[in-house]
């Protein structure tokens, strides 16, 4: 059986069976696909026919090639889910990954703003034009909320309740309200019934933030408009749309919000991944310490 039909088998079985998020999807058929290219340059075999040794051997290419720590616990993820899928459609013996370990990682806390970063970012877009206004209504949401970019780009105007002060954000068929800030409902408010209107290219567009041309903001849309803030409000910090979610959550903490709220308005299954977040608090104590005490 040719690589391709157990490729675009796969393929139709994360989207239509396990219903992987694009993200994941893209991520684990660049995976399977990288593999197959290796296994017809350096072995002339097929998927079903790889075995543990050429399972290693790969891995261990992937590591000595530079490959970063988080790279290669993907592609071994993906192929351990490759393989189970195989083995579970009977078009491979056996599965060849059981071997396979990621490299464990020191954990990296993520990088946060400063109170007055945010604010100071905030305070970057210029309400003088409907891009403006827009931009100013999808930060202070993104910094309210502490959603992830594509669940905010995903936002239609039914998800939002202006008058009861919260968003309904939905993510894998589970859903989540979170509150907003006297500031971003002024912003959001303002968008929604002066500059939306003007911008959607069609009436019964339904995406809550559109691009120049009327249309849903796309994941690359938004990053380039918050790089341009970024460079605007010279902040040093290297700012990704991912660092207002962690400096939301990081904030909350700082200021006396339990784990579970924040876990709960973060969208978090696990409040593992939420527990990050106390390690960088006691981080930035540890650090102002060290900076503030004279006997430091």
Known sequence: MENSVYFNRFKDYL?????????TLSSYLRDIRQFGEYLESHEDIDYSEADEEVLGNYIDMLRSSGKSV????????????FYSFLVSQKMAESNPTGKLVPDKASQKLPQILTSKEVELLLEQPECNDLKGY?????????????????????LNVTDLNLTGGFVRCVNHDKERFIPLYP????????????????M?????????????NGERMSRQGFWKIIKSYQ????????????TLRHSFAAHLLENGADLRSIQE??????????????QLVKKQLKDVYKKSHPRA
């Open 15 to 23: 989207e239509n069976v396990k219903k992987a998020s694009s993200n």
């Open 70 to 81: 988080a790279t290669v616990s993907r592609n071994i993820a993906s192929l351990k889910c």
């Open 134 to 154: 827009r931009d100013k209504a999808m930060l202070e949401l993104l910094y309210a909320t502490g959603i992830r970019v594509s669940e905010l780009i995903s």
């Open 183 to 198: 500031a971003a409902v002024k912003a959001l408010t303002e968008y929604m019934d002066f500059v939306r209107p003007q």
């Open 200 to 212: 959607i290219a069609h009436e019964d567009e339904q995406s809550l933030f559109v691009n120049v």
């Open 231 to 242: 460079v605007k409000a010279h902040i040093e910090k290297d700012i990704t749309p991912h």
């Open 265 to 278: 308005m973060l969208g978090h299954a696990d409040i593992s991944s939420t527990q990050i977040y106390s």
